[in-house]
Nanobody, 131 residues
């Protein structure tokens, strides 16, 4: 049973930085799609960034490109989201999620559905507040 535990949220001033962490446990697969998602109060959940753990292919939503960096450390099954240049509009509950990658002619990938939140396993979330 896959489990995800996030940490690293907090309150920062605009322009500040935070690093979120997500530890995955419960299986021994080495190739999966992992991502960060967020949901602000009164808004729908949105994908922030995803990474294919085998190969490292990443995706970012336009509003965070150049400010956020998703990365992973396979040896400790940890996913990170480095967030720099934070803006008030980044305020939200941030969630880590994962699932098996989707097959494609080009090989395993995080699909568009997965980038929009179509993953099977979710953490409890960590709050990020930017003022």
């Amino acid at each position: 049973h896959v489990q995800l535990v996030e940490s690293g949220g907090g309150s920062v001033r605009a322009g500040g930085s935070l690093r979120l962490s997500c530890v995955r446990s419960g299986d021994s697969y080495s190739s999966y799609c992992m991502g960060w998602f967020r949901q602000a109060s009164g808004k729908v959940r949105e994908g922030v960034a995803t990474i294919l753990t085998a190969g490292g292919k990443t995706w970012y939503r336009d509003s965070v490109k150049g400010r956020f960096t998703i990365s992973k450390v396979p040896t400790n099954h940890t996913l990170y989201l480095q967030m720099d240049g934070l803006k008030p509009e980044d305020t939200a509950m941030y969630y880590c999620a994962t699932d098996f990658p989707r097959r494609s002619p080009e090989g395993p990938r995080c699909s568009e559905e997965q980038k929009n939140g179509g993953l099977a396993y979710w953490g409890q979330g960590t709050q990020v507040t930017v003022s």
